[in-house]
């Protein structure tokens, strides 16, 4: 049967990685993977390898409202991933702009640290987000250095901790919360959904590899793709994992680089 259903249109707002891992890049993979249309407004040039970052070079404000105005004055977005944002001006014309022809659906990565460590946004930048981006957000995914970045806190390292930041999270202001635990030295890789009803946990499996690059870009924008497409939320981020954990068991088939390596997005089809 044919499905005549209109492929949805989703896009990233995010920085730009030139290893192709992370970033805009990832975010573009992963819409086409898990079946929507991607677009994108860049709001920051980085300069990184699978290595680290080695320079970050945000785009001026006026071409990110220019950027937003002209997208939306001719796609109808669907659903909205926001990744790296390192000012209020910015995090503000974002704002603005989704307010004013407002999606069904908004996701935010607060994306503050990468993979290597490497800070990418300032005190100033991390501030906006949580004031500016999460209470504006339908579900925000943070990893669990970067929740603890949110609140001024220690980094959660066990499940029992990361249960307790669950209301300090939701005061945030965002409708749900996926906080992620990759970061512990756990079997598997839980995560905690919060604020779709009482916190619970997301079971997952750690998968034995370094090919780390992008996981938490592209784990987000998978979830976004399928929201686009009618999933609830909680469907949208049991089929985003599972797709993740194939594409970290494939990346074993890619070449990329000599430090974290990239998932492999389109292991479905080469």
């Not at 990361?162 to 990759?182: C, D, Q, R, S």
Request: proline letters at 7%; one cysteine or more.
């Amino acid at each position: 049967m044919t499905n005549d259903r209109p492929i949805p249109n989703v896009l990233s707002i995010a920085g730009s990685d030139p290893s192709g891992g992370a970033g805009i890049q990832a975010d573009l993979k992963s819409f086409s993977a898990l079946g929507a249309y991607g677009t994108s407004v860049i709001t920051a040039l980085t300069a990184q390898n699978t290595r680290g970052v080695r320079g970050v070079h945000p785009v001026p404000v006026e071409f990110i409202r220019l950027q937003l105005d002209t997208l939306l004055d001719d796609v109808a977005i669907d659903a909205v991933k926001i990744g790296m944002v390192a000012s209020r001006e910015v995090a503000e014309t974002i704002r603005d702009a989704l307010q004013s022809r407002r999606p069904r659906w908004i996701v935010l990565d607060p994306v503050m640290v990468a993979k290597s460590g490497d800070v990418l946004v300032d005190d100033a930048g991390i501030a906006a987000v949580r004031e500016v981006l999460v209470p504006l957000a339908d579900l925000i995914t943070p990893n669990l250095p970067e929740a603890a970045v949110l609140l001024a806190s220690p980094t959660p390292a066990s499940r029992d901790e990361m249960l307790a930041m669950a209301p300090g999270l939701a005061a945030l202001g965002a409708a749900a919360v996926l906080l992620k635990g990759g970061h512990l030295r756990d079997e598997g890789c839980p995560d905690l959904l919060i604020g779709n009803g009482d916190p619970h946990w997301v079971e997952g499996p750690r998968i034995g590899t370094d090919n780390l690059h992008g996981t938490g870009c592209s784990l987000s924008s998978a979830i976004t793709a399928r929201l686009a497409q009618g999933d609830t939320l909680p469907q949208a981020i049991a089929t985003a994992k599972q797709w993740l954990e194939a594409a970290l068991t494939e990346s074993r088939r890619l070449d990329v680089g000599r430090g974290r390596g990239p998932v492999h997005h389109f292991h479905r089809w080469w």
